[in-house]
């Protein structure tokens, strides 16, 4: 059995996160529920921030928030000097309703819409990730009307993708994201993007994937776009201020993962771009990172309540919870893997083998494969660990099932910070046929 940060079994017998008893946060407040220990997202901020501090490294460390954004979870992150990466309208309009510092957000994402980058100019935010051509035409046109300027951030393809434990070196990268660096396309955007005098080009930007378990692919990447900034720097006199090598740090789902700490991966980065730029006699950028997955993942749990079961004899047993995939639609989507302990009694002895099925009407909504629990019956309570990214971000009303909550623990306290959705909030922007309201 395998606790993550301060999750532990107390003297109660149950699992305990945060100094709370799960036991009794499903009294007070049911089940389905995340639960999120705060003190292991804390950690891990500090872990990837005091490593560039330590080093002596200018650098943004910016959360992920497509990993969990909640007015919560970003007062928390400023808490811990983050800067904020968001995606849409949606995360930004969240970062402002939290009051989050305007000049630490970063806006990403490949089709931003005007009154995306509308809203994003009117908040006077720190950067815009600029993904393609289009974007950049639109944004030069609407600084153009306001007579402003923004910083920007060119996103490249370097033509490496990460994978886990491989990586692929592509000469040519088939992504929707970026601008490709090798043939050319990167090139072009900094130079049109140097002409104009409505962006100031802070520098370049890549992200090579996801649950990445080593540092080569990083590595391989900040290689390969220093190579074209040296090229770049003798054609047109520019070097960036900054390099983004975006997110993707791996955690530990189950017992297969073996992720590096935060300052294993940062040191290896930092010493690779210095060796570089040193070599070449050029500054060093600042390195900004985006962790989503590693700073909120390990430290969320879903807690639900098992209910059904059914025995197909010699072949499988299954048991069924309160939740699914309209909480967690990772296993049917990606053939995410994890790992789960009854919270009520963790300790008794193990002695079945269950696969977990969701409550939703689809046979795909498992998850989790071949569980070893102990004899598990209706009621017990069972904890599925490191549910804390892309959980209650991907979650849905499929089934018109009403969204968890989500419950902060810290020091023994814990507090609903966002609330369980309601029937009501399933039909809210229902309207009966024929009934004649218009836009
Ligand atoms: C541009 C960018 N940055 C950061 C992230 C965060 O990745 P992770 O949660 O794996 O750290 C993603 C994830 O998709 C991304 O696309």
Not at 70 to 92: C, F, K, W, Y
Not at 191 to 219: D, M
Not at 339 to 358: D, H, M, Q
Request: aromatic share 10%.
């Amino acid at each position: 059995m395998y606790f993550h940060g301060t999750s532990k079994i107390n003297e109660n017998n149950h699992l305990e996160i945060g100094g709370v008893d799960t036991v009794e946060l499903v009294k007070k407040y049911g089940t389905p529920i995340y639960v999120y220990d705060v003190a292991l997202i804390r950690d891990r901020a500090r872990g990837f921030k005091q490593t560039f501090d330590k080093l002596g490294i200018k650098s943004q460390v910016a959360y992920a928030s497509k990993a969990f954004s909640s007015i919560a979870m970003l007062n928390l992150a400023q808490e811990e000097g983050l800067s904020l990466d968001v995606v849409s309208g949606g995360e930004l309009y969240t970062a402002i309703a939290a009051k989050f510092p305007a000049d630490r957000i970063h806006f990403h994402g490949n089709n931003k819409s005007k009154e995306e980058l509308e809203l994003a100019l009117d908040y006077n935010i720190g950067c815009i990730v600029v993904d393609n051509f289009y974007e950049l035409e639109l944004l030069e046109q609407l600084t153009l009307e306001r007579n402003t300027q923004i910083a920007i951030l060119l996103r490249v393809t370097p033509g490496i993708e990460a994978h886990t434990h491989d990586y692929i070196l592509t000469g040519q990268e088939d992504s929707k994201f970026g601008f490709d660096l090798q043939n050319g396309q990167a090139e072009e955007a900094l130079r049109k993007s140097l002409e104009s005098k409505h962006f100031k080009v802070l520098g370049l930007h890549c992200h090579i994937g996801s649950q990445i378990f080593e540092t080569t692919g990083f590595i391989l990447a900040a290689n390969k776009i220093i190579e074209k900034l040296v090229e770049w720097n003798e054609k047109y006199s520019y070097f960036p201020s900054v390099l983004n090598l975006g997110g993707g740090f791996g955690i530990r789902y189950t017992s297969e993962d073996a992720p590096l700490t935060p300052d294993n991966y940062v040191k290896e980065i930092i010493i690779e771009v210095q060796k570089q730029t040193n070599s070449h006699q050029l500054p060093m950028p600042e390195i900004w990172i985006e962790p989503g997955r590693s700073l909120v993942g390990e430290a969320g749990t879903t807690l639900y309540t098992v209910g059904s079961n059914k025995d197909v004899p010699n072949v499988r047993k299954y048991i069924a919870v309160d939740g699914g995939m309209s909480d967690n639609i990772r296993p049917a989507l990606y053939e995410a893997k994890y790992e789960a302990v009854l919270a009520n009694r963790p300790l008794a002895k193990v002695e079945e083998t269950y696969s977990i099925a969701g409550k939703c009407c689809e046979s795909g909504d498992m998850l989790i494969w071949d569980l070893p629990l102990p004899n598990t019956v209706c009621n017990d309570i069972l904890a599925v660990f490191c549910t804390g990214a892309y959980g209650y971000s991907m979650a849905n009303n499929y089934n018109r099932i009403p969204r968890p909550p989500v419950v902060f623990v810290e020091n023994g306290e814990d507090q609903l910070v966002v609330k369980r959705e309601t029937y009501e909030d399933i039909i809210k922007l229902d309207l009966p046929l024929h009934s004649k309201i218009n836009l």
